[in-house]
């Protein structure tokens, strides 16, 4: 997937107001209400999305200093952050989720252009070139404001953006799907991508952002024409 970082960063930032759109308009019960995570309330999801934002700060800093700098200090700070957040009120989780976001621009808007090159690794252990941060802080913004169950849909995601996602996660899936199981994904205006195996027969044709919220788990398959038996994808964190 190749997006321009200044792209990225443009759909982070469209992200974000939008996020901050609909966290301003939540009421003060709301944040310990459910979101559409199972086990994760609101609040949960609104202290992920903050720590999110500084731990891609971190490996923002990581590639202007080229000083290691992981995302969380250990494997359990990322979850003992989260739950130590989760039960704040609503306006210390919106002024967490503003202030975040703040960092993150500002750690973006301070690396240079050889910067981008530079190699982290995610939290997933995987070496990136740090022009995959803005990509990562995408997806997250996106995806949990439709998470957070107040009304916003994947379709609200800008199109170019929705079939960066639905190669993304393809690309994830395909690697997961047994043999001879697959399906070509079809966006008019945006092409094709095969999921799994080539020349299944299987077809999916949609708008892009029904197609992600198929692969992501977060739609069904209504707004989609379906040729020959989808197969079955695993589930995408």
Known sequence: MKVPVATLLDWVEDGQLALQRAVDALTADAVTEPSALPGWTRGHLLTHLARNADALVNLLTWARTGIRTPMYASPDQRATDIEA????PLVEQRADVRESAARFRKAAEALSGDAWSATVVSGQGREIPASEVPWLR????????????????MDAMPSDLAWALVRDVDGWMSARLGADTGAELTAEGHGTVVLGTPSTGVTVTGPPYALAAWLTGRGGIDELLVTGELPGVPRWL
């Open 85 to 88: 957040g989760a039960g704040r």
């Open 138 to 153: 995408v997806r997250e913004v996106w995806i949990h404001l439709v998470d957070l169950d107040v009304g916003v849909g």
